[in-house]
Structure formats: structure tokens, C-alpha cells
């Protein structure tokens, strides 16, 4: 199984549409830190329409108590995303139990995960140069399913 995380997401509509995507593919959702709303907030409930109980939810107050949960359940390796990383999403090999860890919509992931991460902070291009990030539920949906695309041989 892979995993999806976002750490400190803000907005409701992402994080419900995230949800969603994690309900169709089958992949566990780790929300990490302090959100920007709360889980039965009604915007977040309608992005994520009638899929809720088909998704595998965990709650993390903090970043090492993700990072201990995942490794309990045999996460093996976590990739973060940002525009600033310098490696093409597209040039990794995903693997079962790989974990995609993305920031929240304002700020992205703090610097010292970006530091942390170092060869394994992933970018999504944007050749256009003509915004500086894409939203956070289509950067999820477009990272996870190049890695359900390899892990599966689609």
C-alpha cells in the first residue's frame, strides 16, 4: 500500500478531494499537525462527498509521531514534494509502501523537511514558469497516480 501525507494542510476542499483520491485508489491518508479546519468540517465532508468510510484516516499531532507510525507500519521510504526540489517526479521508482508527504497550501513543507529530504524532495514541472505552485489535491493526484501507474504496470 502507498501512503499520501499532508503536513498541515489549510484548506478544506483540497484535503476532502485528497481524501477522495485516497478512497478510489486505496492508498492510507496521514494528516499531520495542526489543520487548517476541522475533520468534520462541512466543506471538507461535501469535497470528499460519500467516500469517508472508505478511507483509511490517520491523525499524527506531530511530524516525528508520523514519521514513528509510518515506520510501525512498514513504510519504507518518503518522498517530499515542493516546487523547490531539483528531481522530476517522473524519475523515481516508486515502491510498495513509499509515502508521498506534501506540505500545506501556503507555506509548503517546512524547511528543515526540505533540508532533511534532501535528494528525495520531488517537483512536479511547470514549464510555463508562470505560477509558482500547483494545487495541492492536483499535485497529489497527478504524483500518485505516476506511482500506482509503476507499481501496477498500467
Same mark, same amino acid.
Given at each position: ?8 494542510p ?26 487548517? @479546519?476541522?475533520?468534520? %468540517?462541512?466543506? &471538507? ?8 468510510? #472508505?478511507?483509511? =484516516?490517520? /491523525? ?33 521508482? @516508486?515502491?510498495?509502501? %513509499?509515502?508521498? &508527504? ?8 517546512? #524547511?528543515?523537511? =526540505?533540508? /532533511?529530504?534532501?535528494d528525495?524532495?520531488l ?32
Amino acid at each position: 500500500m502507498l501512503h499520501v501525507a499532508l503536513c498541515e494542510p489549510e484548506i478544506p476542499p483540497n484535503t476532502g478531494n485528497i481524501a477522495r483520491l485516497c478512497a478510489a485508489t486505496g492508498v492510507a491518508l496521514h494528516l499531520i499537525g495542526r489543520l487548517g @479546519f476541522r475533520l468534520d %468540517d462541512r466543506s &471538507l465532508r461535501r469535497a470528499g462527498c460519500d467516500f469517508w468510510d #472508505a478511507v483509511e =484516516i490517520h /491523525r499524527h499531532a506531530s511530524y516525528p509521531d508520523f514519521e514513528k507510525s509510518l515506520t510501525e507500519a512498514g513504510g519504507d521510504r518518503i518522498f517530499a514534494f515542493s516546487a523547490k526540489g531539483k528531481t522530476n517526479y517522473t524519475q523515481v521508482s @516508486f515502491k510498495e509502501n %513509499d509515502c508521498l &508527504l506534501f506540505g500545506g497550501e501556503s507555506a509548503g513543507l517546512p #524547511a528543515e523537511l =526540505i533540508t /532533511r529530504f534532501g535528494d528525495r524532495v520531488l517537483t512536479i514541472p511547470m514549464p510555463a514558469g508562470k505560477v509558482r505552485s500547483l494545487n495541492l489535491a492536483t499535485a497529489t493526484g497527478i504524483v500518485l497516480y505516476e506511482a500506482l501507474r509503476q507499481l501496477h504496470r498500467w
